[in-house]
């Protein structure tokens, strides 16, 4: 798995190769802004509204992944891009990074 702040501040991230990494989910603030070319295969994903972000890239980026949910049971071997579940969830806002605290 990847600590929550692994990608911070990593803003031109294009090509990501993931797969076969038993990866479940993907951290909050991954870069898919401009991410061209994402390979997530061969991973145990957990379908809850943390990968919607990863559904909305798929969706409109038409890949051909037909990557599946394999948790929860009642999503195993649906395809992340359909899942419905993740259809529901509300989609991370960008927020302003202004008068960040350190």
């Known amino acids: 798995q990847f600590a929550d702040n692994t990608f911070a501040g990593v803003t031109m991230l294009k090509t990501a190769r993931l797969e076969n990494n038993r990866l479940t989910q993907l951290p909050r603030n991954f870069p898919f802004d401009k991410m061209e070319t994402l390979t997530i295969s061969q991973n145990p994903w957990h379908c809850n509204c943390q990968l919607a972000p990863l559904r909305k890239w ?12 394999s948790t929860p049971a009642q ?7 359909d899942t419905p ?3 529901s969830c509300k989609l991370p806002t960008k927020r302003s990074r202004k008068g960040s605290r350190h």
């Open 58 to 69: 798929l969706k409109s980026n038409r890949t051909r992944a037909e990557d599946t949910c």
């Open 85 to 87: 579940a993740l259809r």
């Open 75 to 81: 999503y195993r071997g649906q395809p992340i891009r």
